[in-house]
């Protein structure tokens, strides 16, 4: 019964991403329905995640569907400590698409059922916990440099409703986004460390080498803002590294 | 009781005439405590206007006073002045404190005024109970609309794209280009939201100084920039000069030292003080006046759509005090009402009591109490539901007939 909560929490992220694209027109009813949205459906989408975890006998998000569902409420929990600030809630804009989006996806595959997971053991838990925490972190680094990029060159372009549209200041845009890359790297690096005790000789594929590839570009991202690269090329390389995140990736995993 | 409005605004009158009756806070008050009890003034650069409760007609004090106030021999008061009474004098006070009335539709300020005059006046509880409305959709507006969020002047608009840029204003050092009155308005907006002025700059040095002084910053020559445009966070230029005196090259080698940090640069003068290409530059957004004007005009806009917003919030109040107003009418009858069925309920209460026991007469008591009450319940609800819809007098006659209401007091 409990995986019915998926309904919920899907409309419910849905009503957000379309309540997010009022909050366009000006701040107002729109962004309060649109956040109440995210809370609700994060709610049921935990409800859900603790009636997998009470009925499986393993770990239930082993499946790819099953780690889109974990992940999904990774991302969502994320922005909520940010996203339900006023000033911050245009950021949900970038955020609650892919969310419902992941989740119907996740939902599609059966990663959203009952059933228990596939191969269990508490590394491979958290091995894949930390790393599914870890790339929500950088998709949550990536929707704020979208804004960044976006607000930059409104204000650049000198546009209309500029005051109108609330969207995050660039420079706190910028900072949030390079503590969730940080943090991002940092699970990343924690996962790459649980899975690495259960590596075998031969069991080296095309995923893993993208993984480490977007290590580096993460953290060569850290690097050069260290070094005076922020702003728009930050949010840039940001997005560059991202597109490796959810687009490479998942063709290599399943390629491999 | 009947509300009386007189006053003088902006709408009619020439800053001329309304000068002449602005009052400071202490007269202000004075004044109130002169006219008696339920009396406040409310004086401000844009209106000076008199409320007064009473039963009888106030208008004829209230004019009475403000043409003593304005010395207006001639008469030219008289024509300006607007008299509003009762629901309408209400529905005025909450549109003024809502800022619907001011010359820029949802300025601040004018709240904080209402606020001052109903403390410095002499309100009873009419005024008390209207004001405390008033305050309170004047809030509620400020909350529930957007009407007060856009900037309203130039430098407020500079002030405020400063924002879309830096989180928090605190601890941003900015330079002043020139030592004009726009340069400092848009200091003073900037200083208001944290920021701080590190440098004044301008072709005469003892100008610059003097503006210096005041915000406790630097002085300098407009030949000393490029150590300065290093570190500032924001430069605000107005001045005087006929040529660009910032080029893009000098934005360009200060902001190697920036190590990225954005650099948001408010262009007041005309001549432009700052070369437009600056603009190009990654992290450098340039504003001319004619960029902030723009923004000016379209939060003008905004605000004049809130308008409508917050017009429909204000009306909901004024309808709120209509009701609490009209139901006045109809509250002594309800009291002497209540008080005759208590009065025949204590009496018979009185005569049976010998025949009682301490537990019985408890019990009678509390059965008659509810009796009543469930009795006079409906009553009073109709009779305040037809104050409301103006049938209040002839329904409050109709029940002292009935009841005999009062008879005893016109006898004796």
Redesign the interface.
């Known amino acids: 019964m409990s995986e019915l909560l998926v309904v919920p929490a899907l409309l419910a992220y849905g009503e957000a991403a379309f309540a997010y694209a009022g909050e366009l027109r000006g701040p107002g009813l729109a962004g309060r329905l649109a956040t109440w949205g995210v809370r609700l459906g994060w709610v049921a989408q935990t409800a859900l995640l603790v009636g997998q975890a009470t009925s499986a006998d393993g770990f239930p998000w082993g499946t790819w569907a099953g780690a889109l569902n974990l992940f999904v409420w990774l991302v969502v929990g994320a922005y909520l400590i940010w996203g339900c600030k006023p000033r911050y809630r245009l950021l949900g804009l970038a955020v609650m698409p892919i969310a419902a989006v992941l989740l119907a996806l996740a939902w599609v595959g059966g990663g959203t059922g009952l059933e228990a997971g596939g191969d269990s053991g508490i590394v491979l838990a958290i091995h894949v916990g930390l790393m599914l925490a870890g790339f929500a972190s950088l998709t949550l680094a990536a929707g704020m440099a979208a804004l960044y990029v976006w607000q930059e060159r409104r204000l650049k372009r000198h546009e209309r409703g500029l005051l109108r549209v609330r969207v995050p200041p660039l420079d706190a845009l910028d900072r949030l986004a390079a503590r969730s890359v940080l943090a991002g790297l940092v699970l990343l690096a924690l996962g790459i460390g649980a899975g690495a005790s259960r590596f075998e000789r031969g069991d080296f594929d095309v995923a893993m080498v993208v993984t480490i590839a977007i290590l580096a570009v993460y953290a060569t991202l850290l690097v050069l803002r260290h070094e005076g690269w922020r702003g728009r090329r930050a949010a840039l390389l940001n997005l560059a590294g991202f597109a490796l995140v959810a687009v490479v990736l998942p063709i290599t995993h399943f390629a491999s | 009781m009947r509300l009386t409005l007189v006053g003088v605004s902006h709408h009619r009158a020439p800053i001329e005439l309304r000068e002449r009756v602005a009052l400071d806070p202490e007269r202000s008050a004075s004044l109130a405590a002169e006219l008696g009890r339920e009396a406040v003034v409310l004086s401000t650069c844009n209106r000076t206007e008199l409320y007064l409760a009473r039963e009888d007609d106030a208008e004829g004090v209230a004019v009475s006073t403000l043409t003593a106030l304005a010395d207006d021999r001639s008469g030219e008061l008289g024509s300006v002045l607007y008299r509003l009474g009762d629901d309408a004098a209400a529905l005025h006070l909450f549109r003024v404190a809502a800022g619907l009335d001011s010359l820029v539709p949802g300025e601040g300020e004018i709240l904080g005024q209402v606020r001052s005059a109903f403390e410095a006046g002499s309100p009873g509880p009419f005024l008390d109970r209207l004001f405390r409305q008033a305050l309170h959709i004047g809030r509620r507006v400020r909350v529930e609309t ?1 009407i007060a ?3 309203a002047s130039v430098p407020a ?1 500079g002030a ?2 400063a ?5 928090n204003l605190e601890g941003k050092r900015v330079l002043l280009l020139g030592a004009g009155k726009m340069s400092e308005l848009t200091a003073r907006n900037l200083v208001s939201r944290g920021a701080g002025i590190a440098a004044v700059a301008n072709r005469t040095l003892e100008h610059a100084q003097d503006l210096a002084v005041s915000f406790g910053a630097r002085a300098l020559g407009l030949d000393d920039l490029a150590g300065e445009l290093g570190s500032a966070d924001i430069v605000v230029a107005s001045t005087s000069s006929q040529g660009t005196i910032v080029s893009k090259a000098d934005v360009a080698a200060a902001h ?1 030292a ?5 650099l948001l640069l408010v262009d007041l003068a005309v001549p432009r003080d700052l070369d437009p290409s600056i ?1 190009e530059l ?2 450098c ?1 340039l ?1 001319d006046v004619d ?1 902030l004007e ?2 000016v005009a ?2 003008m806009s ?1 605000r004049r759509s809130e308008a409508a917003r917050a017009e429909q919030l204000v009306g909901a109040e004024a309808d709120r005090f209509r009701e609490w107003h009209a139901a006045l009418d109809v509250v002594p009858t309800i009291a002497s009402l209540r008080a005759l069925v208590e009065e025949i309920r204590d009496s018979e209460l009185a005569r049976a009591g010998s025949r009682l026991s301490e537990n019985e007469r408890r019990n009678v008591e509390s059965v008659t109490s509810q009796i009543l009450a469930k009795l006079l319940h409906l009553p009073t609800i109709r009779m305040k539901e037809a104050a409301a819809a103006a049938d209040g007098v002839v329904y409050a006659d109709v029940v002292r007939h009935l009841f005999g209401l009062g008879e005893e007091e016109r006898r004796a």
């Open positions: 957007a969020e856009s900037p608009a405020a794209l924002q879309q840029v830096f989180e190697k920036r190590k990225g940090r954005p603009n990654d992290g957004f504003y960029d723009a923004v379209e939060t905004g």
